[in-house]
């Protein structure tokens, strides 16, 4: 199937399907990060709850995990609770921290199957006791796993993180084991809670919102950001195609220059 989808280097381009993109299966991203938005949305235009807009998103978080999967994507990071997501009306936080256990109640067993990895960055002290052993969970039973790894940044907050790896690193110094002119960028991804992470290629970002809400601001520093409109349960494999088709066509330069533009 794959095949049929992705212009074999030399071959000829094939698509089984109109709207999909023919993707060069050598420049998948090997990190695709995304912040779901717009369930909110997609539920009110629906005359529905907000919360039935969160489980749809469920839904999609299923299906692009598969796509990612199927892709050759090696990690897929999903901000799916921020550290000010507590701030919404209790029932909805309620609703949003009993999702990992309906995912992964439901769809443990076939990520076991798929080679899946679940790993999470956030802070899990402060998430309610089922929430935390829905994911814990999750880790241990997939942790022999090498194939897609499956992100989820829940509790997540890239300052409350890069402030924990500073705090990290100044106990280091004030030990005597770092010496404070021996820190360096390494040092401080190392002290993060993606250290064993590589750095995402491509962001994606639904519904129209153009900010980074406090995702992975160092981690983001040379990414790919694509913003779609498209709200989050409407997300689907053909958008995902089609961001990995807009990062392959351009050109990462981390700051260099092209070649065929050195004089
Ligand atoms: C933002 O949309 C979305 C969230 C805060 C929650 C995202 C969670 C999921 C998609 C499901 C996660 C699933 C698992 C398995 C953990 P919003 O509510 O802010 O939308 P709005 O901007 O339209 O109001």
Do not use: C
């Not at 938005?37 to 005359?47: I, Q, T």
């Not at 921290?97 to 990520?111: I, K, Q, V």
């Amino acid at each position: 199937m794959l095949d049929k989808l992705i212009r074999k280097k030399g071959g000829e381009p094939k698509t089984d399907n109109a709207d999909r993109q023919l993707l060069d299966e050598t420049a998948i991203p090997g990190h695709v990060a995304i912040i779901m938005d717009g369930n909110g949305r997609w539920a009110k235009k629906r005359s529905l709850p907000r919360i039935a807009g969160h489980h749809e998103g469920m839904k999609t978080v299923r299906k692009i995990t598969r796509e990612a999967d199927r892709l050759g994507i090696k990690v897929l990071t999903l901000y799916a609770f921020s550290t000010e997501n507590w701030k919404r009306p209790k029932p909805e936080v309620e609703f949003l921290m009993r999702l990992p256990e309906e995912f992964l109640g439901t769809y443990l067993p076939e990520l076991v199957e798929r080679n899946v990895r679940v790993r999470m960055i956030g802070d899990h002290e402060h998430l309610p006791p089922h929430t935390r052993r829905a994911i814990t969970r999750a880790m241990d039973e997939t942790a022999g796993n090498d194939g897609l790894i499956l992100n989820f940044a829940m509790n997540y907050g890239s300052r409350a993180e890069i402030t924990e790896a500073v705090r990290t690193i100044a106990k280091a110094v004030a030990e005597n084991r770092v010496k404070a002119e021996d820190i360096d960028e390494s040092m401080i991804t190392d002290a993060l809670m993606t250290a064993e992470l590589p750095e995402p290629d491509l962001l994606i970002r639904t519904s129209g919102e153009v900010r980074l809400s406090n995702f992975m601001l160092w981690q983001l520093a040379y990414t790919e950001f694509w913003f779609t409109d498209t709200l989050w349960p409407d997300f689907n494999e053909d958008r995902l195609q089609e961001a990995i088709g807009v990062y392959q066509a351009r050109s990462r330069r981390y700051g260099g220059v092209d070649k065929e533009d050195t004089d």
